[in-house]
């Protein structure tokens, strides 16, 4: 066995662990906990960190962003209920592992991300790994993408101030939104919320108290 293939099967053995943990605490959705194990997590990675890919904590990429925690992919993903037929928008591409997760999940992700940087990588790793179903663009994505509403499904990967109501008004009627929301102006952190679009308006169901980078106005014109 060359030192290659150890690290191969390290990170297999890790994925197989995180799979575990992610049962133990809760994550029941067979196919959430399938998509997880069918997508690389390494590859979404830079560098020194790829070894704790599977580690279940939340690391740094590029532009002083994150890439989520494991439990909360899996959590968030199991709370948006995606349909296989479904057409999902994610705010705040990052990395683009969540938007990976959901491409085994649903017919199409749209993903919006401010920074180009990120972009570009995360659009790079989608063609290396053949998700052809991840649609991609740098904007602003508290504006959603109205070109391409209605959603069915909408994931917010980043902390909004507030409920985002434009986000909503892009959401079908039966449609769910999962978004981390500011509570009390951040100063008692972010509480996890799933919205569900209703005829009459929107049901609103706290799941769990989050930490994410903050939703930002604007597209980041560092790079
Ligand atoms: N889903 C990502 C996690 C990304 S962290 C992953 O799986 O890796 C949140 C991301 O949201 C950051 O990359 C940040 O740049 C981006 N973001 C913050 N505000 C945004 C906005 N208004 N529009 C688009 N992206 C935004």
Redesign the pocket.
Same mark, same amino acid.
């Given at each position: 066995m060359n030192a290659e293939n150890g690290d191969i099967d390290e990170l297999e053995a890790g994925k197989i662990r995180l799979i575990m943990a992610l049962r133990r605490q809760g994550i029941r959705d067979a196919r959430v906990l399938s998509a997880i194990e069918r997508v690389a997590r390494e590859v979404?990675i830079t560098g020194a960190f790829e070894e704790q890919a599977y580690d279940d904590h939340a690391l740094p990429?590029e532009?002083g962003? *994150?890439?989520?925690q494991p439990y909360v992919?899996a959590f968030m993903t199991e709370k948006l209920e995606v349909g296989d037929r479904m057409k999902v928008l994610?705010?705040? *591409?990052?990395?683009?592992?969540? @938007?990976a997760v959901l491409a085994q999940l649903c017919r199409r992700v749209y993903t919006?991300?401010?920074?180009r940087t990120?972009l570009d990588d995360a659009v790079k790793r989608f063609a290396s790994l053949g998700y052809h179903n991840v649609t991609a663009m740098v904007?602003?994505?508290?504006k959603g993408w109205p070109e391409q509403a209605p959603f069915d499904r909408i994931i917010v *990967? @980043?902390a909004a101030p507030e409920i985002p109501l434009e986000l909503v008004n892009q959401l079908k009627v039966g449609g769910i939104m999962v978004v981390p929301v500011d509570v009390n102006a951040g100063r008692d952190g972010q509480q996890l919320v799933k919205l569900t679009r209703t005829e009459e308006g929107i049901d609103r169901e706290d799941l769990l108290p989050v930490r994410?980078?903050?939703?930002?106005?604007g597209v @980041?014109r560092e790079s």
């Open positions: 979404f990429i532009c962003q *994150t890439i989520s992919v994610e705010i705040g *591409t990052g990395s683009g592992y969540q @938007a919006i991300e401010r920074y990120l904007g602003d994505g508290g *990967t @980043a994410f980078v903050p939703l930002v106005e @980041a």
